[in-house]
């Protein structure tokens, strides 16, 4: 999809900071981070969501989780802790419809839905 952000990344039309790739995924720093570590992890086919992606090909959806375990270690996330989100929709706060998990840590995050 051209008008993709994520899409036009993976095709290496934008430039991003990436920390890892696989065959099928790509993870790059988020260029507006919520913590000391944020990381994107997506797979490098567009799929809108993660609802999409889990229904269509789940075994992709599970090496979206596998890099973003990767990720987490790379970064020294594994002995405090981490979060791996994946918004979904206007309402989740979705804001790129290329499905994507948000690696997040390295300090204590907080609650999980401010309200």
């Known amino acids: ?3 993709c952000l994520f ?3 993976v095709a290496g039309d934008v430039p991003a900071d990436v920390v890892y790739e696989t065959e099928a995924t790509l993870a790059f720093r988020d260029v507006a981070p919520k913590a000391p570590v944020h990381v ?5 086919t567009h799929f809108p969501d993660v609802a999409a992606l889990a229904g269509t090909e789940p075994g992709l959806a599970g090496e979206v989780l596998a ?6 270690r790379a970064a020294g996330l594994m002995t405090n802790g981490y979060r791996t989100i994946f918004n979904t929709g206007r309402y989740g706060g979705q804001e790129v419809f290329h499905v994507h998990a948000h690696v997040v840590g ?3 995050l907080g609650p999980m839905v401010c309200m």
């Not at 994107?40 to 490098?44: A, D, F, M, R």
């Open 1 to 3: 999809m051209t008008d």
């Open 7 to 9: 899409c036009r990344i």
């Open 40 to 44: 994107l992890v997506i797979p490098k």
């Open 67 to 72: 890099s973003a375990a990767e990720v987490a």
């Open 106 to 108: 390295g300090a204590p």
